[in-house]
């Protein structure tokens, strides 16, 4: 396997930096409105595959669209644009904008040899934005998105040649810069700045049983239903605070209900009567928060497995006074798949100043949390360069 020394970009011109050292960190904590998603990226036969990419696509539009709603004037000129462009205009502009891109970093994934773990991250910019700047920064952070996913370089050949200092599809008049799509569309003509980085990270071991820490206080719901780079600068304290060792922090409200940890969807494992009120037999049921969570790709993605083995699925936030009834539990996002978890704790260090409290799972590495598992495969759908 080589080893890799830096990372891949792809700006939105289309120029390909196989050895770029931007810093997606940078730019994205430099406008709070940037908006942004992270794929998973499997290796098969066919080639290199993003894992749900179209789900992706989905969530871009959602998060655009939140913070368009937000009031702030965020992507005004964007949205301007769309209401010229129809009904179906905001979702056709972003796959005529992002395929190419993600296409074009594909290949030079392919091109480098690489045999390990690697994501795409996706970050998109309101071109009006203070930080939405056509001069990147280098260097890239492997704590951006994910406090388990390390970042390697890799060494491949440049794909396409192209200016140092980039625009992002927007010439500098404002006018575009790219061709027409099949309705006639402008793929540039979206006054939005686009990044697409691939990186290379090592993936925690999905049979290993992680502890995770309640500490700290739920995001407004609101924000909750949008992925925003301003989150990535928010949980930096609690992120600083992780106890060591510990797979991630999850957040609570003052009553005790979990809605979330810093970059995963938290599930829990319980037995319930089939029948309330009768002597029926007990069934297992997952739970998960339904309000004040990201609605993530993988929680997507487990409440499909869960339909597809026959396991109730419950948009209910675990409430840890509850916690005697949790017989597993696991955290999910697009890097880490499904992560079992070995215990629950709520440290001295936590925002409530609640007396502290543990529970350790009865069954850490259990049946439904396998049966999910192996299961999530098959209701994964992947994306090839030859796709986009």
């Not at 949790?326 to 001295?348: D, H, K, L, M």
Request: with cysteine; proline share 6%.
């Amino acid at each position: 396997m080589p080893v890799p020394p830096l990372n891949i970009a792809v700006y939105g011109t289309g120029h390909v930096d196989p050895v770029s050292s931007t810093t997606f960190h940078a730019l994205a904590t430099s406008a709070p409105e940037g908006i942004y998603t992270a794929a998973g990226l499997r290796k098969v036969d066919a080639g290199w595959a993003v894992v749900d990419w179209v789900l992706h696509l989905a969530r871009l539009k959602l998060s655009l669209e939140v913070m368009h709603e937000k009031g702030r004037r965020y992507y005004d000129m964007l949205f301007d644009w769309i209401s010229q462009q129809g009904e179906e205009g905001l979702e056709e502009a972003l796959r005529t904008k992002l395929n190419p891109l993600v296409k074009q970093a594909l290949a030079a994934l392919a091109e480098s040899g690489w045999e390990g773990d690697a994501m795409l991250t996706l970050l998109i910019q309101d071109i009006q934005a203070k930080g939405g700047s056509d001069s990147v920064n280098n260097g890239m952070d492997s704590n951006s998105m994910d406090s388990d996913a390390s970042t390697a370089p890799v060494n491949v050949k440049k794909v396409k040649s192209g200016s140092d200092s980039v625009n992002n599809g927007m010439n500098r008049n404002g006018t575009s810069s790219d061709v027409m799509s099949s309705n006639g569309m402008s793929s540039a003509a979206a006054p939005v700045n686009v990044w697409v980085f691939i990186s290379f990270v090592t993936v925690p071991k999905r049979d290993v049983p992680v502890p995770v820490c309640v500490m700290g206080a739920p995001r407004p719901a609101s924000d909750a239903h949008a992925k925003y780079a301003l989150w990535i600068e928010q949980r930096r304290g609690l992120e600083a605070r992780k106890p060591e060792g510990v797979g991630e922090i999850l957040l609570a409200d003052n009553n005790g209900l979990i809605t979330e940890g810093l970059v995963t969807n938290f599930f829990v494992v319980v037995e319930m009567q089939e029948d309330a009120g009768s002597s029926a037999s007990s069934q297992p049921v997952v739970m998960t928060a339904g309000e004040g969570a990201l609605y993530g790709i993988l929680r997507r993605r487990v409440e499909d497995a869960c339909n597809r083995i026959g396991i109730p699925l419950l948009h209910q936030a675990p409430q840890s006074g509850e916690r005697a009834s949790w017989q597993e539990a696991f955290v999910t996002n697009c890097i880490r798949g499904v992560q079992p978890v070995s215990r629950v704790y709520c440290p001295e260090d936590n925002h409530w100043q609640h007396e502290p409290w543990e529970h350790s799972l009865p069954q850490p590495y259990g049946p439904i949390t396998q049966a999910v598992q192996h299961a999530l495969r098959s209701v994964q759908q992947l994306t090839f360069e030859t796709d986009l």
